[in-house]
């Protein structure tokens, strides 16, 4: 039962434009989501995260929203750069970030 | 800040052994968590540390187990390893405290059962 779900297994962007990642969730309990990124051989590094209390938080280049009736959330990354190119993960918490739930990831490719 | 280490960075051990992990959290950082990831389910929670004691459990056999020391330090345990078992270990560390509940992964242990 997936309870976090990443439904597009790879994504690709130019270099300055803007990178949309998406994450579908079906438990109505979760109340905390973050997103995470991850370079092969290191572990996720914490990006930006947002309480089901908002619809949006911002973090620089990061902008992640957050649509509750839909159980919908997503990553902004404006202006993408190749740096950028990573897995990025969707996480969801129904007990205050103490136990995460990731979705199965989003490779991201960034052109330059 | 230091952030997480985990030590070893990679192990590789027979069938029907076990195992200890461990991990340093980064320093204040008094919750540890482990995770599993595999490429077949990704990454997957085993369980929360905090004070020393287990609060959060995931869904995994009892085979694995972990404990945590009054220093935050936390050691994970895996007993009979199995071939399945082949996986980066990965553990995390937030502070756990009210309006703080990011957490920050280590490099993680890449474990290979042969």
């Known amino acids: 039962d997936q309870q976090v779900k990443q439904n597009s297994p790879s994504l690709s962007v130019q270099e300055g434009r803007i990178s949309i990642l998406n994450c579908d969730y079906t438990?109505?309990?979760?109340?905390?989501f973050l997103w995470y990124k991850k370079y092969p051989a290191e572990g996720p590094t914490f990006l930006i995260s947002?309480?089901?209390?908002?619809d949006k938080n911002e973090d620089g280049r990061f902008t992640v929203f957050l649509n509750k009736s839909a159980k919908h959330l997503s990553l902004h990354i404006v202006p993408s750069q190749p740096g950028d190119s990573a897995v990025y993960f969707c996480?969801?918490?129904?007990?205050?970030?103490?136990?995460?739930?990731f979705g199965a990831g989003t490779i991201l490719r960034v052109k330059s | 800040k230091a952030g997480v280490t985990q030590t070893p960075r990679y192990l590789i051990k027979t069938r029907g052994q076990q195992v200890t992990l461990s991990c340093s959290p980064i320093?204040?950082?008094?919750?540890v968590s482990w995770y599993q990831q595999t490429p077949g389910q990704g990454l997957q929670f085993l369980f929360e540390?905090?004070?020393?004691?287990?609060?959060n459990k995931g869904n995994f056999p009892g085979r694995f187990s972990g404990r945590q020391f009054s220093n935050s330090r936390s050691e994970m345990n895996v007993s009979t390893l199995e071939l399945g078992d082949s996986a980066l270990y990965l553990c995390?560390?937030?502070?756990?405290?009210?309006?703080?509940?990011?957490?920050?992964f280590g490099p993680g242990t890449r474990l290979t059962v042969t």
């Open positions: 995390a560390s937030s502070f756990s405290g009210l309006g703080s509940y990011e957490q920050y």
């Open positions: 438990n109505s309990m979760f109340d905390y």
């Open positions: 947002i309480s089901s209390i908002k």
């Open positions: 996480a969801a918490s129904a007990e205050y970030g103490n136990k995460l739930v």
């Open positions: 320093s204040g950082h008094r919750s």
């Open positions: 540390y905090f004070s020393e004691t287990q609060r």
